[in-house]
């Protein structure tokens, strides 16, 4: 079994920045990739940013410039740097990873998600 915690989430002004972080534990054998989505109210889950396990990214086109994702692959974890946030960044960011266990073919593995508010 597989878990993903996330963390870093909060409340902040426009034109702020925050981190999340979001680790992962657990039978882990390989890590794929691991992304950031977000859900705002009433909308659909979308995804932010995607990291490979060779390092390349894909954004959406909505943060192209102000986030950006990096991974640490010797803690298994993956960050969102969030600069220059607007209100319509306001959503419950999930943590998504592609896992591979010991014998097992990759899986994917969502985290419980932390909440960011943009808002003066």
Excluded: H
Aim: charged residues 15%; positive net charge.
């Amino acid at each position: 079994q597989v878990q993903l915690v996330e963390s870093g989430g909060g409340l902040v002004q426009p034109g702020g920045s925050l981190r999340l972080s979001c680790a992962a534990s657990g039978s882990i054998f390989s890590i794929n990739n691991m992304a950031w989505y977000r859900q705002a109210p009433g909308k659909e889950r979308e995804l932010v940013a995607r990291i490979g396990s060779s390092g390349s990214t894909v954004y959406a086109d909505s943060v192209k410039g102000r986030f950006t994702i990096s991974g640490d692959n010797t803690k298994n974890t993956a960050y969102l740097r969030m600069n220059d946030l607007k209100p319509e960044d306001t959503a419950v960011y999930y943590c998504n990873a592609v896992v591979a266990t010991a014998g097992f073919n990759a899986m994917n593995y969502w985290g419980k998600g932390t909440l960011v508010t943009v808002s003066s």
